[in-house]
């Protein structure tokens, strides 16, 4: 039968047991530890040759990854500006007068788009709304509207060309332009060029500099 000493003694040896394990793991993490420190200042140079590749490739990972971000969600804003400018419009017989000007002045858009006098998307782009890549003033009788993002490199030509877009979205478009130096190319529904675009498509219509990319709504 265990008696109470015979308990508290047990006690006593469990404890100088986890005690002395305690201190020796301690000892060894030390040694460990102090083992790593030396290794990694006598290869500092070899480790910083070998690891720099990998942080470069991390931060242009990072780096596309935000930028995508950005597309999808400027392309998102994008469609809901439209959706207020449908919605204003939406018993009248056509969008006549629409205009960059008309949305600053009458604000039938969400305000947290217009600052300072212009219409911005989320990530800071200045967009233009109206007709063709001027952004003129729309005619009667027109019954769609262009919403124009203007100066865009090569790459952000094809990533917003060939963004995401919504299937509730998607079926409000009726074309996608991509207006350069080289021409006006029209991603239309079962024209030469394709609505959805797929992926590629735009790389080779898409020039170095100074694109200009227009979202015909209807």
């Not at 006598?42 to 070998?50: A, C, D, G, V």
Request: hydrophobic share 40%.
């Amino acid at each position: 039968m265990l008696t109470k000493t015979d308990f508290k003694k047990y006690l006593f040896s469990a404890k100088n047991y986890i005690i002395v394990r305690y201190i020796a793991v301690r000892q060894n993490f030390k040694s460990l530890w102090k083992n790593i420190a030396n290794t990694i200042k006598e290869n500092k140079e070899m480790i910083f040759k070998l690891s720099f590749p990998l942080l470069l490739v991390l931060a242009v990972f990072y780096s596309c990854s935000s930028s995508q971000h950005r597309v999808t969600q400027n392309i998102s804003d994008i469609f809901k500006i439209s959706d207020d400018v449908r919605f204003h419009y939406a018993d009248q017989p056509d969008y006549w007068g629409l205009s960059t000007q008309k949305i600053l002045q009458d604000k039938f858009i969400s305000e947290k788009y217009i600052r300072n006098g212009k219409i911005y998307l989320s990530g800071g782009e200045e967009i233009l709304i109206g007709n063709g890549a001027n952004a003129d003033v729309v005619m009667p009788k027109m019954s769609s509207f262009d919403v124009i993002l203007p100066h865009l490199n090569q790459a952000q030509c094809i990533s917003y060309a060939e963004g995401k877009i919504s299937d509730e979205d998607i079926v409000k478009l009726q074309r996608i332009s991509i207006v350069n130096s080289g021409g006006t190319y029209s991603f239309e529904w079962g024209g030469t060029y394709k609505l959805p675009i797929t992926k590629y498509a735009s790389k080779d219509v898409c020039s170095h500099s100074d694109n200009t990319l227009i979202w015909t709504i209807q």
